[in-house]
C-alpha cells in the first residue's frame, strides 16, 4: 500500500527554519486547509539564533509577496531597509580608495556579453557599473529604490534588504502561525529515531514527548542534528580554497537618528580578510570576516575598531562576537526521507549574502518536487541533490573570484592567488574569460545563482583584462550606444527623483505603501 506525505517536521527555527515553514506553507495552503497536510516546526527555547545573516537577494521581495506578506508590516517590523547591491571597496589594492560595484539591476543585453565587449574596446576611465546601471549612482547617494506612492513590491530599481535577522524570524514565526496554518512546539530535541530502512521515524522531545512525521527537515545550524549527527551525512570543507574561518560581528549605533543609511553593503578589505558593514535604520552591523592563520582575534578586533572609529562610530561600549566557522557543505542534502536547510546543509562566508537565498532556493525546490508518496522520496532525493551540489560549488568559484582578481600583496592575499588554492572549475572559466567575456552559454543550464552579468560586474570591476575584439554587427552598436546615453539621462533624472533611504522608511512608518 501506498504510504502519502502527510506530516512535514520542520526541526529548528530561526530564520532558515521559519523561512522554510513560510515557503512550503503558503505553497500548499489547500492541502492544510483540507488536513491532508501538516507543516510543524520545532524549535528548542534554549538556542538563539546565529544572527549575523542581515543581507538578501531581490529574490527576497518575490518572496515575501508570495507568502502573503505586508511590504509595510515588514519594514516596520523587521528594522530593514532597502540593499541594492555590494559595494567593493579597496580590494585591487590597498589605501589605494578605490571601489567597485556588483548591483543588482538586470542590464538589458539579452545573454551575450555585448555591454562589456564595447566596454573593453573603449578603455574608458568610467567604471562597468557606472557605465551601463543606474544603481552605482543611486547608491552612492544612498537613495532609495522608489518613491512613496510607487506600491508594494514595485520599484524603479531592483532591490534587496537589509534586516534584524532575529525581529525576522520573530516576524516569520508569527505569520507562519496566525496565518499559514503551521504548527509550533517548544521542546529540545534528546534523540533521532531511525527505522529499519535508514529514515527519521521520530525525533524525541524534552518532556517524554515524541514527534513523528514523513519528511523533516534539518533547520538545526552548524549542529546538523538530523542530517549530520543521526544520519551521518559528511561534510566536505572548502577551507582550501576560501580561508576565512572567524567573524568578529559588533552593531554600531548611529550617533545621530538623521544619518544616512547606506543603500548597499559595504565590504572593505583588510590584511586578512574583509569588513562588511551594514546600514539599518537605528544602527549598522558591522563585523570583520578573517583567516586565524594570518591573524590572531586581538589583531582582528584591532583592525575591526579602527575601522568602525574612522567610518565615524563610537568604538567605546561596543559588545564584539566572536563566531568560528568552516566554510564548507555537506556531500547530501537530500537524504532518505530528510532535507537540510540553513547551516545545516553548509556555511560560506557572507562575502555575497547567499545564505538566505539558499534558503529560499531550497524551501521552492522540497515544494516543487516533494514527492506524493515515500515510494518517490529517492526521486526528489537524487534531483535536488544533483541542483543544490551545484549551486554550492559555483558559490564556492564566484566568492573565491573576488580574492583572486585583487593586487593586495598580504600573504593572506597573496596565497588566494595561488593556483593550488583556486577550483579547477573556476581556474578554466578565467582561461576562458581571457579571450571572450562572460555569457549565458559559459554555464549549465541547471541553473546559476550568480548569472554571466555578475562575473562581468565583478570582472570588469576589478580591471580583469580580456583580450577579445569588439565584432558586434552594426545594429549591436548602435543598441549599446543608444543604451549608454540613456542610461546618462536616466540616472541624472532618477538621482533626482528618489528620496534617501531614511526619508522613505521614515514615510513608510508614517503612511505606510499602498498594496497593488
Given at each position: ?184 512546539i517548544l521542546a529540545d530535541v534528546e534523540d533521532v529515531l531511525i527505522n529499519t530502512a535508514g529514515n527519521i521515524e521520530a525525533v524525541t522531545l524534552s518532556g517524554n514527548k515524541s514527534l513523528s512525521g514523513d519528511l523533516f527537515i534539518d ?209 578554466e572559466l578565467m582561461q576562458l574569460w581571457e579571450h571572450k567575456v562572460p555569457d549565458a552559454n559559459d554555464f549549465e543550464p541547471i541553473g546559476e545563482l550568480f548569472n554571466f552579468m555578475s562575473y562581468q560586474f565583478v570582472l570588469y570591476g ?44 521614515e514615510k513608510i512608518y508614517k503612511y505606510g505603501l499602498s498594496t497593488i
Amino acid at each position: 500500500m501506498e504510504s502519502f506525505i502527510k506530516s512535514i517536521v520542520i526541526v529548528g527555527g530561526g530564520t532558515a527554519g521559519w523561512l522554510t515553514a513560510s515557503i512550503l506553507a503558503s505553497r500548499f495552503s489547500t492541502r492544510i486547509k483540507h488536513d491532508e497536510l501538516t507543516i510543524t516546526l520545532c524549535e528548542s527555547p534554549n538556542i538563539p539564533i546565529i544572527g549575523v545573516g542581515e543581507g538578501t537577494w531581490p529574490t527576497m521581495a518575490s518572496t515575501l509577496r508570495d507568502i502573503g506578506v505586508s511590504e509595510t508590516d515588514f519594514f516596520r517590523e523587521c528594522e530593514a531597509s532597502y540593499k541594492q547591491g555590494s559595494k567593493f571597496v579597496e580590494w585591487d589594492e590597498e589605501a589605494s580608495g578605490g571601489f567597485y560595484y556588483h548591483p543588482f539591476e538586470e542590464l538589458r543585453q539579452g545573454s551575450n556579453g555585448s555591454f562589456a565587449e564595447y566596454w573593453l574596446s573603449q578603455n574608458s576611465d568610467e567604471s562597468f557599473a557606472r557605465h551601463f546601471s543606474l544603481q552605482e549612482a543611486i547608491c552612492e547617494e544612498n537613495l532609495a529604490p522608489k518613491n512613496i506612492t510607487d506600491p508594494e513590491y514595485k520599484a524603479k530599481s531592483n532591490y534587496g534588504y537589509h534586516l534584524n535577522a532575529a525581529k525576522f524570524s520573530a516576524f516569520l514565526q508569527k505569520h507562519c502561525i496566525s496565518k499559514l496554518g503551521v504548527k509550533h512546539i517548544l521542546a529540545d530535541v534528546e534523540d533521532v529515531l531511525i527505522n529499519t530502512a535508514g529514515n527519521i521515524e521520530a525525533v524525541t522531545l524534552s518532556g517524554n514527548k515524541s514527534l513523528s512525521g514523513d519528511l523533516f527537515i534539518d533547520c538545526t545550524g552548524f549542529k546538523s542534528l538530523l542530517l549530520g549527527k543521526a544520519l551521518n551525512v559528511p561534510f566536505n570543507p572548502v577551507s582550501d580554497h576560501l580561508f576565512a574561518d572567524t567573524a568578529l560581528a559588533t552593531q554600531v549605533t548611529y550617533s545621530n537618528k538623521s544619518n544616512e543609511i547606506m543603500s548597499y553593503t559595504q565590504s572593505t578589505a583588510q590584511s586578512s580578510g574583509w569588513i562588511w558593514d551594514i546600514g539599518l535604520p537605528t544602527r549598522r552591523g558591522v563585523g570583520y570576516v578573517f583567516s586565524s592563520k594570518y591573524a590572531s582575534v586581538e589583531q582582528a578586533k584591532s583592525a575591526l575598531l579602527a575601522y568602525i572609529k574612522n567610518t565615524g562610530g563610537d568604538t567605546s561600549d561596543l559588545n564584539v562576537r566572536e563566531i568560528n566557522f568552516t566554510s564548507g557543505y555537506r556531500d547530501k542534502f537530500w537524504h532518505k526521507n530528510c532535507v537540510a536547510v540553513g547551516l545545516s546543509a553548509g556555511f560560506l562566508e557572507p562575502l555575497e549574502a547567499s545564505a538566505l537565498v539558499l534558503v529560499e532556493l531550497s524551501a521552492m525546490k522540497i515544494a516543487e518536487q516533494l514527492p506524493r508518496t515515500n515510494a518517490l522520496m529517492h526521486l526528489a532525493e537524487s534531483r535536488f541533490n544533483k541542483t543544490f551540489r551545484y549551486h554550492w560549488k559555483r558559490a564556492v568559484d564566484f566568492l573565491k573570484l573576488h580574492y583572486v582578481l585583487s593586487h593586495r600583496n598580504t600573504p593572506f592575499w597573496q596565497d588566494n592567488r595561488n593556483p593550488e588554492s583556486i577550483p579547477e572549475s573556476l581556474q578554466e572559466l578565467m582561461q576562458l574569460w581571457e579571450h571572450k567575456v562572460p555569457d549565458a552559454n559559459d554555464f549549465e543550464p541547471i541553473g546559476e545563482l550568480f548569472n554571466f552579468m555578475s562575473y562581468q560586474f565583478v570582472l570588469y570591476g576589478n580591471k580583469f583584462s580580456t583580450k577579445t575584439p569588439f565584432t558586434a554587427d552594426e545594429h549591436a552598436v548602435s543598441f549599446v550606444k543608444s543604451y549608454i546615453e540613456q542610461n546618462k539621462k536616466n540616472r541624472k533624472q532618477i538621482v533626482a527623483m528618489l528620496p534617501s533611504n531614511r526619508e522613505l522608511l521614515e514615510k513608510i512608518y508614517k503612511y505606510g505603501l499602498s498594496t497593488i
